[in-house]
Antibody
Framework: QVQLQQWGAGLLKPSETLSLTCAVY????????YNWIRQPPGKGLEWIGE???????NYNPSLKSRLTISVDTSKSQVSLKLTSVTAADTAVYYC?????????????WGQGTMVTVSS | EIVMTQSPATLSVSPGERATLSCRAT??????VAWYQQKPGQAPRLLIY???TRATGIPARFSGSGSGTEFTLTISSLQSEDFAVYYC?????????FGQGTKVDIK
């Protein structure tokens, strides 16, 4: 049974950098696209971006200037960095993945990390 | 950006009844649509991909249909555990987008 376990700081001040890491346990790391998705409190889902094992990325244009998604295949991990955060970035952040044949869809989900941006 | 519009925003259904949820795309996404279920305090769960293929372990009462710009998720006989929020998503375009969600609650 595959597990996506994610971690990172949950409380940030405005202008700081949000950093999250997601590790894959119990399953193959290759053959998947890894996505980050977020959900502000009480609101819907927003796709942040994705990466594959080879490091190819797609980013949401609304976040692209502040966003970096990277992969470390030796550790079966993907990471998210979002710079210059504001209160609008307060959300639950999910690491997800889907097999290549349905790249962009999310078959497996991490537990979510609540990130609050507040001064 | 492809906008996904779900209707209705809220659907009130009695247990055992059929629920029909709609999702419309602003341009063709062929069959590259997924449906998710989210319960309070939980991560979403993939129900349907490819517009009509059930994900692993999803009960047969969930079915998806449609192609192009119009899509439907049908729950044939609602069980108590099905009351939740449902999202559609297109993954046809590299800029993946979600609908705003439909809440299915108890009538």
């Amino acid at each position: 049974q595959v597990q996506l376990q994610q971690w990172g700081a949950g409380l940030l001040k405005p202008s700081e950098t949000l950093s999250l890491t997601c590790a894959v346990y119990g399953g193959s790391f290759s053959g998947y696209y890894y996505n980050w998705i977020r959900q502000p409190p009480g609101k819907g889902l927003e796709w942040i971006g994705e990466i594959n094992r080879g490091g190819d990325t797609n980013y949401n244009p609304s976040l692209k200037s502040r966003l970096t998604i990277s992969v470390d295949t030796s550790k079966s991990q993907v990471s998210l960095k979002l710079t210059s955060v504001t209160a609008a970035d307060t959300a639950v952040y999910y690491c997800t993945r889907g097999p290549r044949r349905i790249a962009g869809a999310a078959d497996d989900w991490g537990q979510g990390t609540m990130v609050t941006v507040s001064s | 950006e492809i906008v996904m519009t779900q209707s209705p925003a809220t659907l009130s259904v009695s247990p055992g009844e059929r629920a029909t949820l709609s999702c419309r795309a602003t341009e063709s996404v062929t069959s590259n649509v997924a449906w998710y279920q989210q319960k309070p305090g939980q991560a979403p769960r993939l129900l349907i991909y490819g517009a009509s293929t059930r994900a692993t372990g999803i009960p047969a009462r969930f079915s998806g249909s449609g192609s192009g710009t119009e899509f439907t998720l049908t729950i044939s006989s609602l069980q108590s555990e099905d009351f939740a929020v449902y999202y559609c998503q297109q993954y046809h375009n590299w800029r993946r987008t979600f609908g705003q969600g439909t809440k299915v609650d108890i009538k």
